[in-house]
């Protein structure tokens, strides 16, 4: 059986690290190591970490290095055939990692692997699934998918949760590991750069539980801008070298229509629907959809009752 590494960073997580390790050690699939990275957390982590002892699991400590560089250490550090990502406060399904590697079995050409998630709230009501949210394989019966033009559908839809990524272990020497450099959107930069050469597949079910922590660190209001902006660059990249890669000009009117609703949905949560409204208008003009409409008509009734 295959082994797999799994990395968990983790910085002042204690309240839901635990969950997330427990869902790890109760997976069908158990010739696993845990790699858990603590970021200078002060919450008291490191005291729960001291008091793990089970063999399977590898405690690293860092600085304050961030989470993509946190994942990078635990990249190097592991030696299993196969390497999954698992935010401390996310956790899996029990038979999450044996269904990914009987996906990676049938395929051995495929060389990373994603899910659908649950988004939860904190106390762990279920609000929607990501492929239901953004109308992903809803039409779609089959259980292992093979995704066609990975890299054109990457561009186009941004739905891979990173605590559902499966990799196989020798890939990361060919496409590079997270970009510490980038600000925001590391992981979609690093998938994206997967699929430039690589086939890509979904699992098409529900294996992750996410959680809608309103204190996360990278979707406050002062970082949301920021955030964009990163993605924009990342888009870039690729809408420089379109030619390159034989990407049509509509996969980037998607892209950058969903940027635009980010754009609307940031001037949404300042109330000020004026400039929600405008881009609203703008996405709608790239690549219409029916959230971004309902979007928009919300904010015109908003921004016309306050007119009155």
């Known amino acids: 059986m ?5 990395i968990i960073p983790t910085y002042n997580c204690l309240d839901y690290l635990p969950k997330a390790i427990g869902s790890v050690l109760k997976q069908t699939h ?28 590898i405690k690293l400590s860092t ?27 996310d956790f899996w399904y029990p038979d999450k990692i044996e269904r990914q590697l009987e996906f990676h079995q049938r395929y051995p050409d495929l060389a990373m692997s994603f899910t659908n998630y649950e988004h939860l709230t ?25 995704i066609q033009n990975p890299l054109e559908f990457i561009i186009e839809n941004n739905v891979i949760g990173t605590s559902t990524v ?29 699929s430039e050469n690589h086939q890509i597949g979904v699992l098409n079910s529900v294996q992750v539980g996410y959680l809608m922590r309103a204190s996360s660190v990278t979707q406050t209001d002062s970082l949301k801008l ?37 754009y609307a949905d940031y001037y949404r949560g300042l109330q000020q629907n004026r400039w929600a409204i405008f881009y609203s208008i703008r996405s709608l003009a790239l690549a219409p959809q029916k959230r971004t409409l309902r979007h928009f008509l919300g904010d015109c009734k908003s921004f016309l009752t306050l007119a009155c």
């Open 122 to 146: 904190e106390d762990y009501q279920v609000i929607v699934d990501c492929f239901s949210y953004w109308s992903q394989f809803q039409e779609q019966d089959e259980l292992f998918i093979n």
């Open 226 to 262: 920021r955030n964009l902006q990163s993605i924009e660059t990342i888009l870039q990249r690729y809408q420089n070298d379109r030619q390159q890669w034989n990407l049509p000009t509509s996969s980037f009117k998607i892209a950058n229509a969903r940027i635009l609703e980010g």
């Open 166 to 194: 499966m990799v196989k272990g020798n890939v990361f020497s060919q496409t590079g590991t997270f970009n510490a450099d980038v600000k925001y959107g590391e992981d979609w930069d690093l998938w994206l750069r997967m």
């Open 63 to 89: 600085l304050g290095v961030g989470a993509p560089q946190a994942r990078n250490l635990g990249i190097e550090k592991a030696s299993g055939e196969y390497i999954a990502f698992l935010d401390a406060d």
């Open 30 to 57: 158990q010739d696993i190591e845990i790699i858990i990275i603590d970021d200078n957390s002060n919450d008291g982590t490191s005291t729960y970490l001291a008091s793990i002892d089970d063999e399977r699991i």
């Open 2 to 6: 295959a082994t797999v590494s799994v």
